[in-house]
């Protein structure tokens, strides 16, 4: 159980571009997404975390307007790139909490490499 | 605000042998959670082990063990009959109670050697 999903698993877009990726709990609901950023060969930097139905909550130094976050239902987590650029490539990796468990675990998806060319 | 560190970048251990790798933390809480995850070459984070920082007791899963000491801030893992398949990048994360946001140290790239 605490399955999450994760698409496109890899995608290239051309330099102005926006991409969508989504990130699905599929066997639970969840409380809470959280969305991540992974350089090569370094640790997972969190983005922001979203809640179902509310404006997500963006760590220091995220572009809100670059990396929209949509939180539709609490299965559904969306992650729009806007007017990408090759700095932006990096791979994003989503994770998702179960409501109600206290143990405070997140769930991981297995990530999507974004290639902006 | 709450740090973690692991000191260690890379470690090789022999296929067989016990390999522990180190995390340290930084907290005024009390009430925290702590995790390790493992992220082999997929790149699919996958959780190793977990925490609970009012357990005293330390947790264990099969070849897997912590040595969680909290008054020294200190959460090492502890892999006991190492296999190939434990090759990966670990790494340890930090959970405050209520907030279910986690913060991760830098990794420790394992390796095994056959």
């Known amino acids: 159980g605490a399955v999450v999903s994760q698409h496109p698993s890899w995608v290239i877009c051309k330099s102005g571009t926006s991409v969508k990726i989504e990130c699905r709990s599929l066997d639970f609901q969840a409380t809470t997404m959280f969305w991540y950023r992974q350089f090569p060969k370094q640790s997972l930097m969190l983005m922001a975390t979203s809640n179902e139905g509310s404006k997500a909550t963006y760590e220091q130094g995220v572009e809100k307007d670059k990396f929209l976050i949509n939180h539709a239902s609490l299965t559904l987590s969306t992650l729009t790139v806007t007017s990408a650029h090759p700095e932006d490539s990096s791979f994003y990796i989503c994770?998702?909490?179960?409501?109600?468990?206290?143990?405070?675990?997140?769930?991981f998806g297995p990530g999507t490499r974004l290639t902006v060319t | 605000a709450q740090t973690v560190t692991q000191s260690q970048p890379e470690m090789s251990v022999q296929e067989a042998e016990t390999v522990t790798l180190s995390c340290t933390y930084d907290?005024?809480?009390?009430?925290?959670?702590l995790f390790w995850y493992k992220q082999p070459p997929s790149r699919q984070m996958i959780l190793v082990i977990r925490?609970?920082?009012?357990?005293?007791q330390n947790a264990t899963e099969n070849r897997f063990s912590v040595n969680f000491q909290k008054a020294a801030k200190s959460f090492s893992l502890k892999i006991s009959d190492s296999q190939l398949g434990d090759a990966a990048m670990y790494f340890c994360?930090?959970?405050?109670?209520?907030?279910?946001?986690?913060?991760f140290g830098t990794g420790t790239r394992l390796k095994v050697l056959a």
């Open positions: 994770s998702a909490t179960l409501q109600d468990r206290p143990s405070y675990e997140q769930y």
């Open positions: 994360a930090y959970s405050s109670s209520g907030t279910y946001k986690y913060i």
């Open positions: 907290t005024s809480e009390s009430d925290y959670y």
């Open positions: 925490q609970e920082a009012y357990k005293q």
